[in-house]
């Protein structure tokens, strides 16, 4: 089959790594970047750090709002949709370039394929909800990641062309797992990110200096640090991000355990937009490749996030997770984390009270190695799933779906 796989963020360039050499193995792949992310930290460093084949066509197309973006990218796409006549449009996730890639199969009358069809927050304020919504009922093919994600097909009638095929993110984790389980990557890390952010003060200890004072060398110890990832539209409001930094400044323990804060552009942008100061102990750094983030959230004393990523690989390395969410999509990560991974949202209270019983700073070094030394993630098969179902000739549309296609 001749398949245009349209990606444009970070998240979607990692899932692509992790599809790609299945998906080329079986399939001509025709690749699309739309630049939703086009920095090199967002998204140009994945290319060489994952492997990830140049695309076919980059649309350059990022900032503006979200009507005016998803609109531009649906005007470029459709030329390159019909020039590359394909059989197939592939789209990841819950972004504006997902809908605007399943927007343009729809409208050339190619069927589309979703990967990571039927997750469900239930909150349609959210863009991602939307976005995956009506991504999942233009979609021909839906492969689904979880069973929750197939119940929730269900109940909106949506049962042909759904494939349950594990989750593809799982695959690439357990990939690059096996190159960052020893605990000594943390040395070159600790060193590239003295670089990374001035400021910095030496030690595990690791209290920020003040902002000011020459990087020196910074030490990172298992468990001796927490590792925090913010960038939903529903944390970038000033009360929100007052909220999740005093969370982030009860987990630095008043400066003593550094807390790493790799800022997504557009939060950088709201902390600076609210004027927020940013508490001792909490490191700010730009955002790090895929291996490092996966090594600094295998050997943390914790995670933080509001990443529905983050969230599932701090679940499979084993490491306490705080979801700093209201819900998940993810239900199946929290039920199966043992306690371990908890919705805490922006309840200050709530979050100190579970890092304090899941990350005690006297027990969380020797839990940290324990982890390490136990990881054993197996890939999903995912990849081979999607590729494999792809081979076949597109399930028949649903009822619903028939005879739209002229309005
Ligand atoms: N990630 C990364 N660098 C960072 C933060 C996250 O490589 O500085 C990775 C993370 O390990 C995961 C993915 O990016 O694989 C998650 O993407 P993101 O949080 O942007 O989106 P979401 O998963 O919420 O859609």
């Given at each position: 089959?001749?398949?245009?796989?349209v990606v444009g963020t970070r998240p979607q360039l990692i899932k692509a790594a992790a599809l790609?050499?299945?998906?080329?193995?079986r399939h001509h792949e025709v690749f699309v970047d739309t630049g939703q992310h086009w920095d090199d930290a967002m998204a140009g460093s994945f290319f060489g750090e994952l492997g990830l084949a140049r695309p076919d066509h980059g649309l350059g197309i990022g900032g503006g709002g979200r009507a005016d973006q998803i609109g531009r990218m649906l005007t470029a796409l459709v030329p390159v949709v019909e020039a590359e006549a394909p059989d197939a449009i592939l789209v990841y996730g819950d972004t504006n370039s997902t809908l605007a890639g399943a927007l343009a199969g729809a409208a050339a009358g190619i069927p589309v394929a979703?990967?990571?069809?039927?997750?469900?927050?239930f909150d349609r304020s959210m863009p991602e909800e939307v976005n995956r919504v009506v991504a999942d009922h233009l979609s021909a093919w839906l492969f689904a990641p979880t069973p929750t994600a197939v119940a929730n097909l269900r109940?909106?009638?949506?049962?042909?062309?759904?494939v349950p095929v594990g989750d593809l993110m799982q695959d690439l984790a357990a990939r690059v797992v096996r190159e960052v389980r020893d605990p000594?990557?943390?040395?070159?890390i600790a060193r590239s990110l003295s670089a990374e952010a001035p400021g910095l003060a030496p030690g595990s200890g690791g209290a920020s200096a003040p902002a000011s004072g020459p990087a020196s060398g910074f030490a990172l110890v298992p468990g001796g640090y927490v590792l925090a990832t913010v960038h939903r539209a529903e944390n970038r409001d000033p009360a929100a991000v007052a909220g999740w930094l005093s969370i982030l400044a009860a987990a630095a323990l008043g400066g003593s355990r550094p807390v790493l804060l790799p800022l997504h552009p557009g939060t950088r942008e709201a902390v600076e937009a609210a004027h927020a100061p940013i508490p001792d102990g909490v490191v700010v750094l730009p955002p790090l490749g895929y291996r490092t983030t996966l090594a600094l959230q295998l050997h943390a004393a914790a995670v933080l996030?509001?990443?529905?990523?983050v969230q599932r690989e701090a679940a499979w390395l084993g490491t306490p997770c705080l979801v700093l969410r209201?819900?998940?999509?993810?239900?199946?990560?929290?039920?199966?984390?043992?306690?371990s991974m908890v919705v805490v949202g922006l309840d200050a209270a709530r979050a100190a009270d579970e890092l304090a019983r899941l990350a005690p700073p006297d027990a969380a070094p020797a839990l940290a190695a324990a982890r390490a030394g136990a990881v054993d993630l197996r890939?999903?098969?995912?990849?081979?799933?999607?590729?494999?179902?792809?081979?076949?000739p597109p399930p028949a549309p649903r009822a619903a779906d028939g005879g739209a296609g002229a309005r």
């Amino acid at each position: 089959m001749r398949i245009l796989s349209v990606v444009g963020t970070r998240p979607q360039l990692i899932k692509a790594a992790a599809l790609q050499p299945a998906l080329r193995a079986r399939h001509h792949e025709v690749f699309v970047d739309t630049g939703q992310h086009w920095d090199d930290a967002m998204a140009g460093s994945f290319f060489g750090e994952l492997g990830l084949a140049r695309p076919d066509h980059g649309l350059g197309i990022g900032g503006g709002g979200r009507a005016d973006q998803i609109g531009r990218m649906l005007t470029a796409l459709v030329p390159v949709v019909e020039a590359e006549a394909p059989d197939a449009i592939l789209v990841y996730g819950d972004t504006n370039s997902t809908l605007a890639g399943a927007l343009a199969g729809a409208a050339a009358g190619i069927p589309v394929a979703h990967v990571e069809a039927g997750l469900r927050s239930f909150d349609r304020s959210m863009p991602e909800e939307v976005n995956r919504v009506v991504a999942d009922h233009l979609s021909a093919w839906l492969f689904a990641p979880t069973p929750t994600a197939v119940a929730n097909l269900r109940a909106e009638g949506i049962v042909d062309g759904v494939v349950p095929v594990g989750d593809l993110m799982q695959d690439l984790a357990a990939r690059v797992v096996r190159e960052v389980r020893d605990p000594a990557v943390l040395g070159p890390i600790a060193r590239s990110l003295s670089a990374e952010a001035p400021g910095l003060a030496p030690g595990s200890g690791g209290a920020s200096a003040p902002a000011s004072g020459p990087a020196s060398g910074f030490a990172l110890v298992p468990g001796g640090y927490v590792l925090a990832t913010v960038h939903r539209a529903e944390n970038r409001d000033p009360a929100a991000v007052a909220g999740w930094l005093s969370i982030l400044a009860a987990a630095a323990l008043g400066g003593s355990r550094p807390v790493l804060l790799p800022l997504h552009p557009g939060t950088r942008e709201a902390v600076e937009a609210a004027h927020a100061p940013i508490p001792d102990g909490v490191v700010v750094l730009p955002p790090l490749g895929y291996r490092t983030t996966l090594a600094l959230q295998l050997h943390a004393a914790a995670v933080l996030t509001d990443s529905g990523g983050v969230q599932r690989e701090a679940a499979w390395l084993g490491t306490p997770c705080l979801v700093l969410r209201r819900a998940t999509e993810w239900v199946e990560a929290v039920a199966g984390s043992g306690g371990s991974m908890v919705v805490v949202g922006l309840d200050a209270a709530r979050a100190a009270d579970e890092l304090a019983r899941l990350a005690p700073p006297d027990a969380a070094p020797a839990l940290a190695a324990a982890r390490a030394g136990a990881v054993d993630l197996r890939p999903a098969g995912a990849a081979e799933a999607i590729a494999a179902a792809l081979d076949g000739p597109p399930p028949a549309p649903r009822a619903a779906d028939g005879g739209a296609g002229a309005r």
